[in-house]
C-alpha cells in the first residue's frame, strides 16, 4: 500500500449523545383490538377480530412480550396491518387473562406443564369402542386435566358399529359425565346441540375418528383422516390445533392425536374442587392428605360420606388413583 496523507476528513467525531437510551415504560397500544388465537405456526399465530370473526390476521408477538406464551383460544390484542391481506403482519401487544387452561406434561416426571388450549368452555373426550380398543385410563387422565383446569368434560364414543357403547361409559356413571355416541352412520344432532355457541376442545388417540367428526361438524374445515395401523394406534392425522367456527355458533377446537397424557402439574386437590358435593368435605381433611382412604390416608373426610355421595367418593378415588399411578399412558 502506498503511503498517504491523512486530514481532517479521516478523524470520526462522537455526537455525544451515544445510543438511544433504554426505557422500561411501555406503550398502552389504545387503538388495539381483541382477536381470538385460532392457529399458530412457527412464531406466527393466526387470529380473528372479534369485531369481525370472518376476517383472518396472521400476527407476530411484539418484542415487549418477550417469551409470553401464546396458544390457540387465548384472547389477545393486536396491531398493525389488520386489513387479513395476504402477507399482512400484524403484531400482538398484549395477552388477556385466561379464563381455562388444559395443561398437560409429557409425562408424570416432566417438571415442564404445555398449554394445550386456553378459554375452552367444554372437552370432548373422543374414544373408539373399537380399533383402536377404549383405554380407560387415558379417559381418566383427560377428565383429571378437565376437572383442574375448569372445563366441562364430555365423553364422545365413537365406532359404534363395531362395539356397543353402553359397557364402556358405564364406568364412568358415578361422575355425573355427559356421554354421547358419534358413529359414523349415526345422526350428530345431539353432539351439536351440545356445542352450540361454546368453546370446545376435542381430544382423543390417533384413529379414533375425531377428524372425521370435526369434518361433520364443520364441512368447510377439510381436517385430513387416515385409516388405523396394523399395531393398533393411529396415525397422526392432525398435525397442529385449530380453531374453527361451527356453522351454528361457537368453536371446536381440533388437537393432534395423543398418545400419552402426563398429569405432573396437578394436585389431589385440584381435583376434588371440580366435585361440588366432596369440595367442601376435603377441608375437614388433615394437611397432606391423598384422599385415597385407608390405609394410605386413614384420616380422610371422604370416608364419613354415606349414600351417593359415598359412589362418587369411589369414583373420583378412581380419578386419583390414575393420577398417582405415575404412568402418562
Known sequence: MSPR?????????????????????????????SAMVVTVDRGRWGCVLDSDPHRHVTAMRA????????????????????????DSLARIVRRSDRRTVLRRTADDTDPTERVVVANADQLLVVVALADPPPRTGLVDRTLIAAYAGGLRPILCLTKTDLAPAAPFAEQFADLELTVITAGRGEPIDEVEALLAGQVTVLLGHSGVGK?????????????????????????????????????????????????????AHIEPNDVLR??????????????????????????????????????RVAAARRLLSALSEGSAY
Open 5 to 33: 496523507e491523512y486530514d481532517e476528513s479521516d478523524v470520526k467525531i462522537r455526537s455525544g449523545r451515544g445510543s438511544r437510551p433504554r426505557t422500561k415504560t411501555r406503550p398502552e397500544h389504545a387503538d388495539a383490538e
Open 63 to 86: 418484542r415487549e412480550l418477550g417469551r409470553t406464551p401464546i396458544v390457540v383460544g387465548d384472547q389477545v390484542d393486536v396491531v398493525g396491518d389488520l386489513t387479513g391481506r395476504p
Open 211 to 263: 377428524s372425521t367428526l370435526v369434518n361433520r361438524l364443520v364441512p368447510q374445515a377439510e381436517r385430513a383422516t387416515g385409516e388405523v395401523s396394523g399395531v393398533g394406534k393411529g396415525k397422526h392425522t392432525s398435525t397442529q390445533s385449530v380453531a374453527l367456527p361451527l356453522p351454528g355458533g361457537g368453536w371446536v377446537i381440533d388437537t393432534p392425536g395423543i398418545r400419552s397424557f402426563g398429569l
Open 274 to 311: 371440580a366435585f361440588s358435593d366432596l369440595a367442601d368435605a376435603i377441608k375437614d381433611c388433615p394437611r397432606g392428605c391423598g384422599h385415597m382412604g385407608p390405609p394410605a390416608d386413614p384420616e380422610c373426610a371422604l370416608d364419613a360420606l354415606t349414600g351417593a355421595p359415598a359412589r
